[in-house]
């Protein structure tokens, strides 16, 4: 199985460090809003890493974490605790908070197939690693404190930014000491020190003060704990690249002396119609948006499996919707498939070409073209539904599970035909006003075919 390394920029022969077993850790979101379909696409492409990897008959342990503290509104350890300022604003517990969007986070993953991690890690159950950790980095002269918290220094290090391939230079070219406690750009926070007028909800006490710890080494913390000093694969955004894993990578390197992670994967970002996707933008769409306009969770996952994980990809409706098309063709040719019973094995090419695709950095998108050209095929019934079976286990799709008909409620039927008397009296306002009663009562009329299918 070849996967491309962020760390060597190449893509590489994976060899995990203890086979058949592979140590996983997938950096979770902080859960102090709704998760988007950006975040769904990360998590996607790192379902199908597992996926694939399971396939391959290795024994994957996975973590997730799951942030509820110490993340703050800027990367660089400035600005307020993502979790504390929405429990303010909400006027609620932190706790509230956290299971309210964890709750969101955990429903988006079922309907999207993500097979859930083995461990879950919130961060505030794991203070006390932390601690140890920040400790241990003291002892080895990697800290100073400032009178906000207790840094890590990175002047001491000649590759801090070997991840991101930073220009360490020009940062500290461009930096200027004055009037900063920090010694360098790239210093960052191990523990934050309460602010002394401010009752936070949540902090604890440490060797250096009333705090809680920062954001990187969470994950450091808790994915040592669970996976050992040094482990296979660490993923999460490309975003996360020049901060969050460059911090994570040197800090735990600093404290154990080994290789931190041996394969960084990375995906791409999700795009909104070629922008950014943000609240202040109004583009920030949630699977359940998709789902209340009439789309099924495994259009989205079909789209995303059409484009390459480590791309950019660019977010329309106009490909979910052929994506929906795409897919519902698909399962409704799997469906044909059942009960003949001819076989002629005659499947060998067709097995070796969707092996190498997802052997070859995961191409899904060659993958699916693979299927395609399987299902267009003319080899036996029987062949095709036992080599979707086998593929299955990557793609996630619900390719197998029997296509649901729904039958209409009498009243609903009832106002579908008053709908349509409107309609033909051209009164289009009232037959509006119709349909969405239709839509309220979980159904969707199509004026093109006058069917009617569940939201
Ligand atoms: P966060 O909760 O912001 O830390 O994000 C959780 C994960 O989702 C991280 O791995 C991010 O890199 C990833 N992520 C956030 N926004 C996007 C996006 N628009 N496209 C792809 N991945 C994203
Ligand atoms: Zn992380």
């Given at each position: 199985?070849?996967?491309?390394?962020?760390?060597?920029?190449?893509?590489?022969?994976?060899?995990?460090?203890?086979?058949?077993?592979?140590?996983?850790?997938?950096?979770?979101?902080?859960?102090?809003?709704?998760?988007?379909?950006?975040?769904?696409?990360?998590?996607?492409?790192?379902?199908?890493?597992?996926?694939?990897?399971r396939w391959l008959n290795f024994q994957v342990k996975s973590v997730m974490n799951i942030t509820d503290v110490g993340h703050l509104t800027s990367n660089a350890d400035e600005g307020e605790d993502k979790m504390e300022k929405k429990a303010k604003t909400e006027s609620k517990s932190?706790?509230?908070?956290?299971?309210?969007y964890s709750a969101d986070f955990w429903q988006m993953e079922r309907?999207?197939?993500?097979?859930?991690?083995?461990?879950?890690?919130?961060a505030t159950e794991y203070i006390q690693e932390m601690?140890?950790?920040?400790?241990?980095?003291?002892?080895?002269?990697?800290?100073?404190?400032?009178?906000?918290?207790?840094?890590?220094?990175t002047g001491k290090l000649k590759d801090y930014g070997k991840l991101a391939r930073l220009d360490i230079k020009g940062l500290r070219e461009g930096w200027r000491v004055e009037k900063r406690e920090k010694k360098?750009?790239?210093?960052?926070?191990?523990?934050?020190?309460?602010?002394?007028?401010?009752?936070?909800?949540?902090?604890?006490?440490?060797?250096w003060g009333i705090g809680f710890p920062g954001w990187h080494i969470e994950c450091s913390a808790m994915s040592m704990k669970h996976l050992?000093?040094?482990?296979?694969?660490?993923?999460?955004?490309?975003?996360?690249?020049?901060?969050?894993?460059?911090?994570?990578?040197?800090?735990?390197?600093?404290?154990?002396?080994?290789?931190?992670?041996?394969?960084?994967?990375?995906?791409?970002?999700?795009?909104?119609?070629?922008?950014?996707?943000?609240?202040?933008?109004?583009?920030?769409?949630?699977?359940?948006?998709?789902?209340?306009?009439?789309?099924?969770?495994?259009?989205?996952?079909?789209?995303?499996?059409?484009?390459?994980?480590?791309?950019?990809?660019?977010?329309?409706?106009?490909?979910l919707k052929a994506s929906q098309e795409a897919y519902r063709k698909l399962k409704s040719i799997v469906a044909g498939w059942q009960g003949d019973k001819s076989r002629a094995n005659k499947t060998s090419n067709l097995v070796f070409k969707f092996r190498e695709a997802v052997e070859n950095d995961l191409n899904l998108p060659q993958a699916l073209a693979v299927?395609?050209?399987?299902?267009?095929?003319n080899i036996p019934s029987m062949d095709k539904l036992e080599l979707i079976t086998d593929w299955e286990q990557i793609l996630g799709l619900d390719l197998l599970k029997p296509i649901q008909l729904?039958?209409?409620?009498?009243?609903?039927?009832?106002?579908?035909?008053?709908?349509?008397?409107?309609?033909?009296?051209?009164?289009?306002?009232?037959?509006?006003?119709?349909?969405?009663?239709?839509?309220?009562?979980?159904?969707?009329?199509?004026?093109?075919?006058?069917?009617?299918?569940?939201?």
């Amino acid at each position: 199985m070849k996967l491309y390394n962020t760390l060597s920029r190449k893509i590489e022969e994976f060899k995990p460090i203890n086979p058949p077993e592979v140590g996983m850790y997938i950096c979770g979101p902080t859960v102090y809003d709704y998760s988007h379909i950006g975040h769904s696409r990360t998590y996607v492409n790192s379902d199908v890493l597992i996926r694939v990897l399971r396939w391959l008959n290795f024994q994957v342990k996975s973590v997730m974490n799951i942030t509820d503290v110490g993340h703050l509104t800027s990367n660089a350890d400035e600005g307020e605790d993502k979790m504390e300022k929405k429990a303010k604003t909400e006027s609620k517990s932190i706790l509230d908070i956290a299971k309210f969007y964890s709750a969101d986070f955990w429903q988006m993953e079922r309907k999207l197939n993500i097979i859930r991690p083995d461990i879950v890690t919130p961060a505030t159950e794991y203070i006390q690693e932390m601690t140890e950790l920040v400790k241990k980095l003291e002892q080895k002269g990697f800290t100073y404190q400032t009178k906000d918290g207790v840094y890590f220094d990175t002047g001491k290090l000649k590759d801090y930014g070997k991840l991101a391939r930073l220009d360490i230079k020009g940062l500290r070219e461009g930096w200027r000491v004055e009037k900063r406690e920090k010694k360098n750009p790239t210093d960052f926070a191990l523990w934050k020190f309460s602010k002394k007028d401010e009752k936070r909800q949540m902090e604890w006490s440490s060797p250096w003060g009333i705090g809680f710890p920062g954001w990187h080494i969470e994950c450091s913390a808790m994915s040592m704990k669970h996976l050992g000093e040094s482990f296979d694969i660490h993923t999460g955004g490309v975003d996360h690249i020049p901060v969050h894993h460059t911090n994570e990578i040197v800090q735990s390197e600093a404290a154990t002396g080994k290789q931190f992670v041996k394969y960084w994967f990375h995906s791409g970002f999700l795009m909104v119609e070629d922008e950014k996707m943000s609240k202040s933008l109004g583009n920030f769409i949630r699977l359940q948006d998709l789902i209340d306009q009439g789309y099924e969770p495994m259009s989205l996952r079909y789209l995303f499996l059409t484009s390459h994980y480590r791309t950019t990809m660019n977010f329309t409706y106009v490909a979910l919707k052929a994506s929906q098309e795409a897919y519902r063709k698909l399962k409704s040719i799997v469906a044909g498939w059942q009960g003949d019973k001819s076989r002629a094995n005659k499947t060998s090419n067709l097995v070796f070409k969707f092996r190498e695709a997802v052997e070859n950095d995961l191409n899904l998108p060659q993958a699916l073209a693979v299927v395609w050209e399987m299902a267009k095929s003319n080899i036996p019934s029987m062949d095709k539904l036992e080599l979707i079976t086998d593929w299955e286990q990557i793609l996630g799709l619900d390719l197998l599970k029997p296509i649901q008909l729904i039958k209409v409620p009498e009243e609903v039927k009832k106002l579908i035909k008053n709908r349509e008397a409107l309609r033909k009296k051209e009164m289009w306002a009232e037959a509006d006003a119709m349909r969405k009663e239709i839509e309220k009562k979980g159904f969707k009329v199509s004026d093109m075919k006058l069917d009617t299918v569940r939201l």
